[in-house]
Antibody, heavy 126, light 107 residues
Framework: EVQLVESGGGLVQPGGSLRLSCAAS????????MHWVRQAPGKGLVWVSR????????SYADSVKGRFTISRDNAKNTLYLQMNSLRAEDTAVYYC???????????????????WGQGTLVTVSS | DIQMTQSPSSLSASVGDRVTITCRAS??????LNWYQQKPGKAPKLLIY???SLQSGVPSRFSGSGSGTDFTLTISSLQPEDFATYYC?????????FGQGTRLEIK
């Protein structure tokens, strides 16, 4: 069974740092792109970051660029999100998600998030 | 960034009803559109990918259609376990973006 388990969330003061982890099992972790998506309390889903399968390419939402760093350890089957200079607006449940793709010879690559981890809550407050 | 707009934002319906949720993209995204279901306190769950492909294990009462800028998610006969929030998401370009969600409530 494919499983993603996040950890590392908690309460942190504005300006502080936190590192989230996402432990993967049940699939060949090193073959898949991975993502972080967050959800502020009572709000919708917002994509945060993604990393390719070998960790050589990353992408970030403008709101976290320069403050967050995504990384992975394929030997440990673990995805990370290092969050620095945290702000109140970063308060959210953070989900890791596996990217799945399908290639259609006529229309190209389709991708989607499946599955998602259970999420870890990050609260930024003094 | 591509903006995704869902309508309605909330919807009340009864068990057995046929329900349609609409998602509109701010530019053409071909069929690069996915649908997720989220229940309170739980992670999102994939329902539909590539606009109309049903994820394995998802009941056949769920269906998706559309291409370009306009898409729909249809539940043919609502079941009690379907009351949840539904999100569309485009995978046409980075950053991937989600609609604001449609909350489906029991009437």
């Amino acid at each position: 069974e494919v499983q993603l388990v996040e950890s590392g969330g908690g309460l942190v003061q504005p300006g502080g740092s936190l590192r989230l982890s996402c432990a993967a099992s049940g699939f060949t972790f090193s073959s898949y792109w991975m993502h972080w998506v967050r959800q502020a309390p009572g709000k919708g889903l917002v994509w945060v970051s993604r990393i390719n399968s070998d960790g050589s390419s990353t992408s970030y939402a403008d709101s976290v660029k320069g403050r967050f760093t995504i990384s992975r350890d394929n030997a440990k089957n673990t995805l990370y999100l290092q969050m620095n200079s945290l702000r109140a607006e970063d308060t959210a449940v953070y989900y890791c998600a596996k990217e799945r793709t399908y290639y259609d010879i006529l229309t190209g690559y389709y991708s989607w998030f499946d599955p998602w981890g259970q999420g870890t809550l990050v609260t930024v407050s003094s | 960034d591509i903006q995704m707009t869902q309508s309605p934002s909330s919807l009340s319906a009864s068990v057995g009803d046929r329900v349609t949720i609409t998602c509109r993209a701010s530019q053409s995204i071909s069929s690069y559109l996915n649908w997720y279901q989220q229940k309170p306190g739980k992670a999102p769950k994939l329902l539909i990918y590539a606009a109309s492909s049903l994820q394995s294990g998802v009941p056949s009462r769920f269906s998706g259609s559309g291409s370009g800028t306009d898409f729909t998610l249809t539940i043919s006969s609502l079941q009690p376990e379907d009351f949840a929030t539904y999100y569309c998401q485009q995978s046409y370009s980075t950053p991937p973006t989600f609609g604001q969600g449609t909350r489906l409530e029991i009437k």
